[in-house]
C-alpha cells in the first residue's frame, strides 16, 4: 500500500479506481487529443498537463518553421521548406512525432495498469522542450570553437593589458630631402652630411611620378641614404606635396620601413609614387619633401594616460557607491520603520502607511538601476552625480526592505524584559531593540555598499559617470587593452570589497 | 502585600483572558499560580506591572493602586518588582553583564544608559549579584553562548538588579529540564527566605508546586478556581491536582528531590 502511494506524481485515488475505458480506447482517444485518454483512464491532472504541454510544443514548433520559411505561404511548403532548410527541425518533429505516439502509449498503459508512473512520457516532453529550446536560444557550439582564433587576439589584450599601462616621453626624429618634379635644369643641390643632425641624402633629387597602373611609365627610382638617425627604431619613410599633405611611401602595397644600423645609418631604394594634382595646382615643376620619420621614447617609463585616467575613474566609481550608499542608509531608516507591518499594524491609518510604503518600494526596486541612470541623466545631465542619484534610490527601496524585514523579525521578548525594569521609552529601545536590530542592520548595508560599487560600474555604460563609461567606450573603439585595464581594476576592486565587507560583516554578526 | 481585586481582562479581539480575579499575597510569600496554558496565568502577571493594562479591577501594592499608575510613577513602581521569564528574554548579542546591568535601567537616568554608562556601585552590584548566582565564569560571554539553566540565572540576576520587593516569575522553568528547575527553583526560594522578597510564581510541575509554594492558586479559563495553603497542595492528590489544572499536569519526577547538586534554603 505505502508502495503505491511513494510513486512519483501518483494520486492515491488513481490507484483505487479503474479507468472508465478499455486501454486500446484510451490510447485512440490520446491520438486524437493527446491527454484525453490520460483524462478518461481517470488522470485528469496527468491529461490536462500533458494535454497543454503538447499544444505548448506544438505551437513552439510552428513558429520555428515559419521563422525557418518566412516567405512561403500554405503550411505543408512552409513545413517541406522548413525541413529542407534547417535540418535541425527534422529532429524536432521526430521528437513530436515521438511525443505524439508516446502520450497514446502512456494513455494506454495508464488505463491498464492504475500504478504506472508518468515518468517516462515527462521524459519525452523535457526532451522535445530542450530540443526547442536549443533551438530557439540559437546555440551553437561551432561558431564557439571556430571563432576563437578571431577572438584569440583580443582577447588576449583584455586578458594581459598591461603594456599599455607604461608609457614613455616620445620625440620625433625627421630628416627630409627636396625632391623636384619634373627635373628642370637646376634639380635642388643634394644635402650635405654636417654634423650629428640626421639627414637624408636622395640621389638623384628630381624625377617624375609614377602613373596610376605604374606599367607605362614608371616613377623614377631614388636612391635614399640617411645618417645620424636613433639605431634599431624603426624609420616610416614618407612624402610631404607642395600642399603640405604627408603620406607614406608604398612600395608593392606594403609600407616603407626601414631600420637604422648601429650607426644610425641606413639606405634604400624607393620608386616615386603616383599622386595627382588637380590641374588648377599644375605648374611647371614642383618641389616635394622626402622624409624619414622616426619616433624615439625617451626618459624613463612612465604611467600612460589611460592607466592614470582609469584609475580616476575607478575611486570615483567606488566614491560613487560610498555616497550612494551614505544617502541609501540616511534615507532607507526612517523608511524602514514605516515599512515594517509589526511597527505600522497600531491603526487603519499607519497599516494603510505600510502597504502604500511598501508598495512604492516595490515599484522602485523592480525598475534596476541602470534604467533609473537613464531616468537621472535627463534630469542631471550625464556624469557620476546621475549614477549615484539612481543608487541612491534603488538603495533606499532595497535596504528599506531589508530594514524592515529586520525590524518585523526582533524578538519583542527582551523588550518586555526591558520595560518590565522600569526602563522608559528611550532606554527600552537603547538596550532591547537596537542590539537586535545593529547586526542586520550592518550586515545589509555592507552587503548594499557590494552592490552599489559594483553597480556603479555598469551604471557608466548609460554615462552615469565611472569607470563603466571609459569601459564601453573603449570596448567601442576596439581599445581591447585599455578596456583589459578597466575589467582588471573592476575586478580586483570587487574582490578587495567583498574580502573587507566579509571581514566587516564577520567581526558584527 | 499584593491585593488584587476583582481583575479582568479583555483583548482587543474580545478574549477574555482574566474575569474577576481576586486574592492577596502577604510580604514574604511564595505564591504559586497554577493552570493549564492560556488560562490567564501569563496576563495576571503581567498586569500587575503593567506590561498588559487590564481592562478592570485594582492591583492594591502596599496601598498604592498599580492599576491606575501613568508615566514616571509606573516607572518607580515596576522598578521595585522583578520579573522573570520562560524564555529568559535575555538580549541574545550583549553580554552577561550588559543584559544584567539591564536590570538597573529604571535607576539610571537616560542620558548615561544611553551612552551605556552605569555607576561604579551599579556594576560592583552586578557582579555580586552574578557572583551570586553562580554564573562569575560567564560574565563577558553573550548570552547567546549560555546554556538555558545559565540564561536563566541572568535573567534571575537582570531581577535581582532591581532591589526588587516582589519578583514575578512567569513558567521560569518551562524551557529547563528538570534537574535545572529544580536549581533555579532553590535560587528563587533563597531570595524568598533570605532576602524576604515576596514571589508570585506560575509553575506547570505539580512536586515542583508541592516542594517550594507557600501559597497556590489555580486559575482555570481567566477565573479563579482554586486558592489553598501549603498543607492543603501537599494534601492534594494527582487526581485532584489535574481536576483543577487540567489533564496536561506532569511530575517532574519525584526521585530527583532531595540529592540536587545545589543545596540552598530550607529544604522541606
Known sequence: MTDDKLQLGHIPEDAREPSLVPAPIAALASLIIPGLGQALARSARRGLILFFSFITVVGLTMWRFGIAAPRDTGWWAIFKKGLYLDPFLIVVTILLFILYIWIAIDAYSLAKVRTKTPLGVFIALMVMFFALGWQIAQIDLVGFVSNADDALPALGRVGWPWSKAIDYELTEIRADAEIEIPCSDAPPPENTLSGDEPIIISTPTCGNLRDQDGTDNPGTELHLEGYNFSPGIEVDIMWEDPIGDEFRQRQGGEYVIVIPDENGYFEIDIEMPYALLPPSAREPTYIWEVFGHQIEEVGAAKLSHDFKLIVEKMIETIFMGMMATFFGILFALPVSFLAARNLMSISPLTLAIYYLVRFILNIIRSIEPIIWAVIFIIVVGLGPFAGVLALVLHSIAALGKLYSEAIESIDPGPIEAVQATGANWIQTVMYAVVPQIIPPFVSFTIYRWDINVRMSTIIGMVGGGGVGFLLIQYIRVLDYRSAGMCVWFIAITVAILDYVSAEIRARFV | ?268
Open chain 2, 1 to 268: 502585600m499584593l491585593e488584587v481585586r476583582h481583575l479582568s481582562k479583555t483583548y482587543a479581539d474580545g478574549t477574555k483572558a482574566l474575569k474577576d480575579v481576586s486574592f492577596s499575597v502577604p510580604d514574604g510569600e511564595f505564591l504559586v499560580v497554577i493552570g493549564l496554558s492560556g488560562s490567564g496565568k501569563s496576563t495576571m502577571l503581567r498586569c500587575i506591572n503593567r506590561l498588559i493594562d487590564p481592562t478592570e479591577g485594582e492591583i492594591l501594592w502596599d496601598g498604592v493602586d498599580l492599576a491606575q499608575l501613568k508615566g514616571e510613577d509606573l516607572r518607580k513602581a515596576r522598578r521595585k518588582i522583578g520579573m522573570i521569564f520562560q524564555h529568559f528574554n535575555l538580549v541574545k548579542r550583549s553580554s552577561v553583564l550588559k543584559n544584567v546591568l539591564a536590570g538597573r535601567l529604571g535607576y539610571t537616568p537616560s542620558w548615561n544608559s544611553l551612552i551605556g554608562r552605569f555607576s561604579a556601585e551599579d556594576k560592583i552590584k552586578a557582579f555580586e549579584a552574578i557572583k551570586r548566582l553562580g554564573i562569575e565564569d560567564q560574565i563577558y560571554k553573550r548570552a547567546s553562548e549560555l546554556s538555558g539553566g545559565q540564561q536563566q540565572r541572568v535573567g534571575v540576576a537582570r531581577a535581582l538588579m532591581q532591589d526588587p520587593e516582589m519578583i514575578l516569575a512567569d513558567e521560569p522553568v518551562a524551557s529547563l529540564d528538570p534537574v535545572l528547575a529544580h536549581s533555579i527553583m532553590q535560587y528563587l526560594e533563597l531570595l524568598n527566605q533570605e532576602d524576604k522578597i515576596t514571589m508570585v510564581c506560575s509553575l506547570h510541575y505539580l512536586d515542583l508546586v508541592q516542594r517550594y509554594a507557600t501559597r497556590v492558586i489555580g486559575l482555570k479559563d481567566g477565573v479563579l478556581v482554586y486558592e489553598g495553603s501549603k498543607a492543603d497542595i501537599r494534601a492534594m492528590t494527582d487526581e485532584q491536582f489535574k481536576d483543577i489544572y487540567g489533564q496536561d499536569a506532569e511530575r517532574v519526577g519525584g526521585g530527583l528531590e532531595g540529592d540536587l547538586g545545589v543545596k540552598v534554603g530550607g529544604a522541606a
